[in-house]
């Protein structure tokens, strides 16, 4: 990367550079922040968010995928001032959730950015981008998800400038006339590393691989499973990415030979996603690297975009299903714990898709713990119906395969009738006699 030289840009860049502190002046009572997305959120300002002057109030925060926790949310004392509402729950908001001060923000990834702008203008847009080129460019990095596009339509646009950051191509890319103000940062980026699939993952991992053609175009997630999908896709030939997070399990599969990019339908031989997030190994394959395009959410979420690709992948999971198909993806009963995030937008357009395909994993059951004791017990995740106050993420209409260590059972055309039989073919043998019996008095035939 070239280093700042006395020209107009280098100028313009050192005329916008302020403190934090002076960024933070610019906030006033009422306004709406938008933060850039996990690994793209701007640690400097955010972590001095709360340091307002304390007749600023009303402040709202939408985030999506926070990693750090910060005290504007994480400490009551903050509670009337600020609200932190989120598009996706990660562990710093969820425990915060019982204290009422964040708040979830039901939404389709693809319709993410736009429909929580048409709801609520945004002040100020705080981001991050590696450092300035030449040309006056920067890139916003890790994140197109939303950002680029509520960039373009915010009061006022602040980014910290980090030479930590990857520089990344697509949808990231903005220049120094668009920004107001630069903040120069110097943190580590962020890391997300995937936890090791175990033998449960490994199963599910070569049931699904086992439905995957040469020359798919693929979706993956992170986690357990989709690590152990990955890792069992490396003997595949010419796969595609197109998803809506990159991970470390794409860089092995590119490096491995499996992805190429040759057969896909859009974009042939770049691997296409909306935000990175993982490892310094991950951040270092996508820094200045051509092959890799960070686009907007609106467009790679796109079911009717994600359904161009031939033969596409999609591969979700999720936390509990009933015996007619629905997929509660993002709560424990009413409490939220995640998100829906692209599941939906990528289901459905895997099956929009010639050749598609689209998963649904999950663990046939789960240890949990027995409401107000220490002791733990085991359930299953299929179940006659989802627990009460649980949010349908996916609708029965829209699964497809669902896999778990015991099976795949695909619903595609499916009566309830066959989605029973099928769904307790899947479930663990000590849960399915039960099951039998709850369908038939629910009458689930």
Not at 1 to 14: C, E, G, P, Q, V
Not at 69 to 80: G, H, L, N
Not at 260 to 272: A, E, I, N, R
Not at 305 to 333: F, P, W
């Amino acid at each position: 990367m070239a280093t700042l030289t006395s020209n107009k840009y280098s100028d313009l860049y050192f005329a916008k550079k302020i403190s934090v502190e002076k960024a933070l002046s610019f906030v006033k009572s009422g306004d709406h922040i938008v933060s850039g997305l996990a690994a793209a959120e701007p640690r400097s300002f955010l972590s001095k968010l709360h340091k307002l002057p304390e007749h600023i109030e009303g402040i709202r925060v939408s985030t999506c995928l926070p990693i750090l926790e910060y005290p504007y949310f994480s400490a009551t004392d903050y509670k009337e001032r600020f609200l932190m509402e989120g598009w996706f729950y990660m562990p710093a908001v969820r425990k915060m959730h019982e204290a009422g001060t964040v708040s979830y923000i039901p939404n389709h990834l693809h319709f993410a950015g736009k429909r929580r702008h048409d709801h609520r203008h945004v002040n100020i847009f705080a981001g991050v981008a590696s450092p300035m080129d030449e040309h006056g460019y920067l890139s916003l990095s890790l994140s197109a998800t939303y950002e680029k596009e509520l960039a373009e339509v915010a009061d006022l646009v602040i980014l910290e400038v980090n030479p930590n950051m990857p520089r990344t191509f697509g949808d990231t890319t903005i220049h120094i006339s668009e920004i107001d103000y630069l903040i120069e940062a110097n943190y580590e980026v962020p890391l997300f590393p995937s936890p090791e699939p175990n033998e449960k993952d490994r199963i599910i991992g070569r049931q699904i691989a086992g439905l995957i053609e040469d020359g798919s175009t693929i979706q993956l997630g992170i986690g357990g499973i989709p690590n152990a999908v990955a890792y069992e896709l490396k003997s595949k030939k010419d796969l595609g990415i197109h998803t809506e997070m990159f991970t470390d399990g794409m860089v092995d599969l590119f490096e491995a030979g499996a992805v190429t990019g040759k057969k896909k339908t859009l974009h042939p031989g770049k691997m296409v996603a909306t935000f990175a997030l993982g490892t310094k190994k991950l951040y270092d394959f996508i820094n200045n690297n051509p092959g890799v395009l960070i686009l907007n959410g609106s467009y790679v979420n796109d079911p009717y975009v994600i359904g161009q690709n031939h033969k596409m992948i999609s591969i979700n999971t999720t936390l509990e299903i009933d015996l007619t198909g629905q997929c509660c993806s993002e709560s424990i009963g009413h409490r939220q714990f995640s998100g829906t995030g692209g599941q939906a937008d990528t289901a459905i357009g895997a099956q929009l898709s010639a050749g598609g395909k689209s998963f649904i994993a999950l663990y046939s059951t789960a240890n949990v713990r027995v409401p107000g004791s220490s002791e733990r017990k085991t359930i299953s995740k299929i179940v006659p119906r989802l627990t009460q106050g649980a949010v349908v993420s996916l609708s029965r209409n829209d699964v497809d395969y669902v896999v778990t260590e015991y099976g795949v059972a695909h619903l595609t055309g499916t009566s309830i009738r066959e989605r029973v039989d099928m769904l307790i073919s899947i479930a663990h043998p000590d849960f399915r006699d039960q099951l039998r019996e709850e369908a038939r008095s629910l009458m689930l035939w």
